[in-house]
């Protein structure tokens, strides 16, 4: 048993943080409605403001500014499809496209490592450790600092993102993802509420690549690839799993869905597949995932019948 815990908790660890990006993927497709591609872009776009801003000694800085940069790839991406009057998926992959560039001038190469520098948000945590003892005398210390860390963070983004749409303009957000129509009729400026929207989406994703980066000390171009399977199956997941019943439960099961597919990712590598396997695990993850919903409303007919 002890020898699992350690794997248990990096699960735990980056389940937390990637539930942070599942947060801002409910916003786009579930809120909004709007299939949003700048994930993949706005990802890495957080991990290389806050690996640049941790190798100058300030981390939290970092983390700060990768949801302000985050916030401003989102913008672009509803400008140019509020504005522009492009269509919202076209506008995603453009601004996905731009940000490659963008996030090579940020890191000046493909891939920037913190090397010897080692404070981070996590560091001041590091010495938070507990020691766990079987009955044959074997110990396994557990380092705890790091999942305090990944799971304040992704509470207090909870809670913040639960108070802003109770607020007037969280409901007139939800409100235009329900019904854009209605609410244009109602005199809500709609594009606004989606460049709000947008903006607070990929903000919560780029805060997401910024925790990863410094959790990894790592930051890599080609890191957000994917990201936004990755935050759409952890969604789906949560839905399928811990139900919707009202707004509450729905933003809590987002982030017990991230935490679940970072379960599955984890016992496939155990199982000893090859990491060239990973995207089909992926692929296979977000299908059942999709799936599940029709099959758990047939096993409902089929029990009323």
């Given at each position: 048993m002890?020898?699992?815990?350690p794997?248990?908790?990096?699960?735990?660890e980056?389940?937390?943080?990637?539930?942070?990006?599942?947060?801002?993927?409910?916003?786009?497709?579930?809120?909004l409605n709007?299939p949003?591609?700048?994930v993949?872009g706005?990802f890495?776009?957080?991990?290389?403001?806050?690996?640049?801003f941790?190798l100058?000694g300030?981390?939290?800085?970092g983390?700060?500014?990768?949801?302000?940069?985050?916030?401003?790839?989102?913008c672009l991406?509803?400008l140019?499809s509020?504005?522009?009057?492009?269509?919202a998926l076209l506008s995603?992959?453009?601004?996905?496209?731009?940000?490659y560039?963008i996030?090579?001038?940020?890191?000046?190469k493909?891939?920037?490592?913190?090397?010897?520098?080692d404070?981070t948000?996590?560091?001041?945590?590091?010495g938070?450790?507990?020691?766990l003892?079987?009955?044959?005398g074997k110990?396994?210390?557990?380092p705890?600092g790091r999942?305090?860390?990944?799971?304040?963070?992704?509470a207090?983004?909870l809670?913040l993102?639960l108070?802003?749409?109770?607020?007037?303009?969280?409901l007139?957000?939800?409100a235009?993802g329900?019904?854009?129509?209605?609410?244009?009729?109602?005199?809500?400026?709609t594009?606004?509420?989606k460049i709000?929207?947008?903006?607070?989406?990929n903000?919560?994703?780029?805060l997401?690549?910024?925790?990863?980066?410094?959790?990894?000390?790592l930051s890599?171009?080609n890191m957000?690839?994917?990201?936004v399977v990755?935050?759409?199956?952890?969604v789906?997941?949560?839905e399928?799993?811990?139900g919707?019943?009202?707004?509450?439960?729905?933003?809590?099961?987002?982030?017990?869905?991230a935490?679940?597919?970072?379960?599955i990712?984890?016992?496939?590598i155990?199982?000893?597949?090859?990491s060239?396997?990973l995207?089909?695990v992926s692929a296979?993850i977000?299908?059942?995932a999709?799936?599940?919903p029709?099959?758990k409303?047939?096993?409902?007919?089929g029990?009323?019948?």
């Open positions: 002890l020898d699992i815990l794997l248990i908790l990096d699960t735990l980056l389940g937390f943080i990637y539930a942070i990006m599942a947060l801002g993927v409910f916003i786009s497709f579930r809120t709007t949003d591609l700048t993949d706005s890495v776009t957080g991990s290389a403001v806050s690996i640049v941790t100058i300030l981390p939290f800085c983390v700060m500014l990768s949801f302000i940069a985050g916030m401003v790839a989102g991406t509803a140019i509020t504005k522009l009057k492009v269509t995603g992959i453009l601004m996905m496209l731009a940000l560039s996030n090579l001038r940020i890191m000046s493909p891939n920037l490592p913190l090397g010897k520098t404070k948000i996590f560091s001041f945590v590091d938070l450790k507990i020691q003892a079987n009955g044959a110990t396994t210390t557990l705890l999942i305090l860390i990944a799971f304040v963070a992704f207090i983004v809670i993102l108070l802003f749409l109770k607020t007037k303009l969280g007139g957000l939800r235009t329900d019904n854009e129509a209605m609410v244009r009729a109602s005199g809500v400026d594009d606004k509420m709000i929207g947008m903006a607070l989406s903000g919560l994703v780029a997401s690549g910024g925790i990863l980066a410094q959790y990894s000390k890599d171009i957000g690839t994917g990201m990755i935050g759409l199956a952890s789906i997941i949560g399928v799993v811990f919707t019943s009202n707004i509450v439960r729905r933003l809590v099961a987002v982030g017990l869905g935490v679940v597919y970072r379960a990712y984890a016992i496939a155990q199982l000893g597949m090859e060239s396997d995207k089909l296979v977000v299908l059942i999709l799936f599940a029709t099959v409303g047939k096993i409902k007919i029990g009323k019948v």
